[in-house]
């Protein structure tokens, strides 16, 4: 079974400050999945990737396969970016997925 | 519009009950799964069926049970026998995953269970 370990476990940022949150794993991966947790409870896709780097606005996700890491990039973060973000890592059958504990990320204006 | 639908969204039930938390997608996927999210921990699998008629435990799947008569839901029963079933629940779904490849998990909204 994948070990899946997040660092920072809990994050505090001041609004505009570039952020990062890595993800590790023990066990080659077919794809890589990031997660946002709201403080409401529902979880949103932000990425799955599988080999080098995707944007989407001001979030940027890379992975390095050779190294099992992965991070996770915010830039110019805001208020509205505070959430529980969770990597996570299917395991070798495919159907299912190993999560991290989490970051809990707070961003002050 | 297609997704994960997850009723109710608060849930309160007095010790000693079962409870039966409904899952519904639309998005014709033949996966789904259930998981269970205590406060500061992550996600734990307890159920999931990869086809209609059939599905497997998870890593915590005592106290619980599912069903998978219909491609589109997946209902999840917390019995009497669950000794902690006060959590946070999330139903998900996916194409169908195999050995050397991964497809993405979609996530409902989640039923916050509170056992008296």
């Known amino acids: 079974k994948n070990e899946v370990e997040q660092s920072p476990q809990n994050l505090t940022a001041q609004e505009g400050e570039f952020i990062t949150i890595n993800c590790s794993y023990s066990?080659?991966?077919?794809?890589l999945h990031w997660l946002q947790q709201h403080p409401g409870g529902g979880i949103v896709s932000l990425f799955m990737?599988?080999?080098g780097k995707k944007k989407h606005g001001r979030l940027i996700a890379t992975i390095n396969i050779q190294e099992k890491h992965s991070s996770l990039h915010i830039t110019a973060s805001h208020p509205r970016d505070s959430a529980v973000y969770i990597c996570?890592?299917?395991?070798?059958?495919?159907?299912?997925?190993?999560f991290g504990e989490g970051t809990q990320l707070t961003v002050n204006p | 519009d297609g997704g994960i639908t997850q009723s109710p969204k608060y849930l309160f039930r007095k010790e000693g009950q079962n409870v039966t938390l409904s899952c519904e997608q639309n998005?014709?996927?033949?996966?789904m799964y259930w998981y269970r999210q205590d406060p500061g921990q992550g996600l734990r699998l307890i159920y999931y069926?990869?086809?209609?008629?059939?599905?497997q435990k998870g890593d915590i799947a005592e106290g619980y049970s599912v069903s998978r008569e219909k491609k589109e839901s997946f209902p999840l029963t917390v019995t009497s026998a669950q000794k902690n079933p006060t959590a946070f629940y999330l139903c998900?779904?996916?194409?169908?995953?195999?050995?050397?490849?991964?497809?993405?998990?979609?996530f409902g909204p989640g039923t916050r269970l509170t056992v008296l």
């Open positions: 998900a779904s996916s194409m169908r995953s195999g050995r050397a490849f991964y497809n993405e998990q979609f």
């Open positions: 066990v080659g991966i077919s794809a």
């Open positions: 990737l599988s080999s």
């Open positions: 996570a890592v299917p395991e070798t059958s495919g159907s299912r997925l190993t």
């Open positions: 998005l014709n996927h033949d996966a």
């Open positions: 069926s990869q086809i209609v008629n059939d599905f």
